[in-house]
């Protein structure tokens, strides 16, 4: 029997990609407030004996995660087979240490509530910076997706002649994962005593008659990516390309971005944006397979 999967909290088209691709069953989940604000959720599909898949960006979740408990609690208890959660952005990896007293390990304290209430996990590329594995902090098995083979297929499908830059050495990783035979290099951010950073090649390279295409995992306040696009501009290469996996775009750097004249944004889609062209579905489903089988 197929598996169901509920798209939630809203419907999204990268969630409908992956049920159709899975031939999984449509969820249904009725959630209405009460007058004092609290939720009412009834699950309306029959998934007794049913492998449930739950999909959830995860992407601000503050809203609605309360909401998400109560659905895989609910399952659970209407006699679901297990109940997975589908995360392509992973929340609250960013506080993974304890740096000043009194603080709280976030990211440790929502694997916690995430794996006490899903049989497994799936995600798209989360942003390891001092763990290791998710296995360091979450107790059910946490399956990574990797989205550098489908970059790197975009790119050589849509860029003439590309080479592929890190806009600081955090993004070496992905550099390389995604360049494949094409040419890279990876920028450096020096910060001088006086606060001014000034970003610089680590190597030099021939790319003249290059398309220059900037690669990271996620553009949040677009800080970073915004200043490698100005250090291109002030070396005088063409208008970049950007691309990211995870379209965070806090603080209307996307905006921002577009007004700094580059070529063109695209991204995966493990959060729904206009910049999304890279569809992370088959991955996922291929992924999900693995598990189910």
Known sequence: MN?????????????????????????????????????????????????I??????????????NLLFLAD?????GAKRVGLLATYLAYMRQDKVFHPGEALTSATFAKLLSSSFDYLVTV??????????????????????????????????????????PDRESAQWVKE??????SIVLSKVRHKDGHVKITWLESMDIEGKTPVLVDDIISSGGTMLQAVEHLKEEGFPPPICIAIHPIFAENSYQRLLDAGVQKIATCNSIPHPSNQIDLAHVLVGALKIILE
């Open 3 to 51: 598996p169901i999967l509920i798209d939630f909290p809203n419907p999204s088209p990268l969630g409908k990609n992956v049920r159709t691709l899975l031939k999984a069953e449509d969820g249904k989940v009725l959630i209405r407030n009460f007058p004092d604000g609290e939720t009412y959720l009834r699950v309306e599909s029959q998934v007794e004996g049913r492998e």
């Open 53 to 66: 898949i739950v999909y959830a960006s995860l992407f601000q979740p503050n809203d609605w995660i309360l």
């Open 74 to 78: 609910a399952l659970r208890n209407h």
């Open 125 to 166: 590329d989360p942003h390891l910076h001092r763990y290791h594995s998710l296995n360091e902090i979450y107790s059910i098995p946490a399956l990574v997706v990797k989205a550098a083979p489908l970059i790197s297929e975009w790119i050589h499908t849509h860029v003439k002649n590309p080479f592929i830059i890190g």
């Open 178 to 183: 995604v360049a494949g035979n094409a040419p």
